[in-house]
């Protein structure tokens, strides 16, 4: 019984010497890549942030139109309010409600999360950035890179 305890003992201790020579002799490589600055630098996504710019500048000046439409309306009812009857103001009122709901609309469509410009980014950029995640993986292969971290 004590000699099964011991070739268990001295098998285990083998075991654990032949696992820790093995894990040794092939070390642990990590790498490191900023892909945002490489997306930054790639000549391609400069030119489709360029196009998502343009995009947006004229989106922008849009919104900033609605606004000042908005701005000059309110001003305007604010000077001849005091001459308008309660059926006049009610229907001002509601217009300037209407051209505000319209231009918060306009920017949830163009500028939200699920907005145009967002999707353009999408559309633009993810095949960019699936052909820099492919030469990232092929060099991390070359290299025998066990973990690469993106800063």
Not at 64 to 89: A, C, F, I, P, V
Not at 118 to 147: D, G, H, N
Request: a positive charge; charged letters at 30%; glycine letters at 4%.
């Amino acid at each position: 019984m004590k000699q099964t305890k011991i070739k268990t003992l001295i098998i285990l201790i083998i075991i654990f010497v032949f696992t820790v020579t093995t894990l040794h002799s092939q070390a642990l490589k990590i790498g490191y890549v900023n892909s945002a600055k490489i997306l930054q630098e790639l000549p391609e996504a400069q030119e489709a942030q360029k196009k998502l710019d343009s995009m947006g500048k004229v989106w922008q000046e849009e919104l900033e139109k609605m606004s000042k439409e908005l701005q000059t309306k309110y001003e305007d009812y604010q000077k001849q309010q005091g001459l308008m009857t309660e059926q006049k103001k009610l229907a001002v009122q509601q217009d300037l409600v209407e051209l505000e709901q319209k231009a918060y609309q306009y920017r949830a469509d163009k500028f939200g999360s699920d907005g145009e410009l967002a999707k353009q980014t999408e559309k633009l950029l993810s095949p960019i950035k699936e052909k820099v995640l492919k030469v990232i993986q092929q060099v991390a292969r070359e290299e025998k890179i066990s973990f690469i971290f993106d800063r």
